[in-house]
């Protein structure tokens, strides 16, 4: 079974500030696929990152950055200066090889107040 | 390129009736999944097909639910009758078998209440 915890339910920032997403993820699997995605006021999924378990390699995109350490089975997810339009509900997924889908966390909500 | 389309966007019935949502993947895809989102479990697979063909329907909450694809570019989810608990939000996505990558494309959802 695999299994994909976002221990934090809702974070508030002000605009400016850094904040990290965290998620922990459990999987009996040699080889997964972790992912990011975004769920704005407007409600749609959108695509974030993805990130294979054989690339522990970090990544930066813009204000975005990405830490995959598959010693603690976490993939975070860091905003620098935030802004008021990074205000959504972020979720953390995984995907094994064989099964194609999709298993979400619950969500971290957060809040950038201007 | 379009992404991946839904319609209804909004569905509201009464308890009872039939309620057919569709789908329309993105174009070249050979993936198709549906998705549900609640308050009290998240987002959880309902059902995903592969080149048109049911590979897991293991979500599917019970035989009030069918999903169907009959060709590359189109699939329904059917609930009949409808329950007041199958109020939620319900996500179709798509993917394409390249690589490996396998990144999901949502659609923008259908926010479906049953009365």
């Known amino acids: 079974a695999q299994k994909v915890t976002q221990a934090q339910t809702e974070i508030s920032v002000v605009e400016k500030e850094d904040v990290t997403l965290d998620c922990v993820y459990e999987?009996?699997?040699?080889?997964?696929?972790l992912f990011w995605y975004k769920q704005p006021p407007s409600g749609e999924l959108v695509f974030l990152i993805r990130?294979?378990?054989?690339?522990?390699q970090n990544e930066i995109s813009g204000r975005y950055s990405w830490n995959f350490q598959k010693s603690t089975s976490s993939f975070n997810f860091t905003i620098t200066a935030s802004q008021v339009v990074d205000s959504a509900v972020y979720f953390c997924?995984?995907?094994?090889?064989?099964?194609?889908?999709?298993?979400f966390g619950s969500g971290t909500r957060l809040q950038v107040q201007p | 390129d379009a992404g991946v389309i839904q319609s209804p966007r909004h569905e509201v019935t009464e308890m009872g009736q039939e309620v057919t949502l569709r789908c329309k993947p993105i174009?070249?895809?050979?993936?198709l999944f549906w998705y549900r989102q609640t308050m009290m479990r998240g987002l959880e697979l309902l059902i995903y097909?592969?080149?048109?063909?049911?590979?897991?329907d293991s979500g599917m909450p019970e035989d009030r639910f069918s999903a169907k694809m009959p060709n590359a570019s189109f699939s329904t989810l059917k609930i009949q009758p409808s329950e007041p608990r199958d109020s939620a939000v319900y996500f179709c996505?798509?993917?394409?078998?390249?690589?490996?990558?396998?990144?999901?494309?949502f659609g923008p959802g259908t926010r479906l209440t049953v009365t």
């Open positions: 996505a798509s993917s394409l078998a390249d690589r490996g990558t396998y990144e999901q494309y």
């Open positions: 999987t009996r699997d040699t080889t997964y696929y």
């Open positions: 990130r294979n378990s054989f690339d522990e």
């Open positions: 997924a995984l995907r094994n090889t064989g099964r194609r889908a999709l298993t």
């Open positions: 174009s070249g895809h050979d993936y």
């Open positions: 097909f592969n080149n048109n063909v049911p590979i897991d």
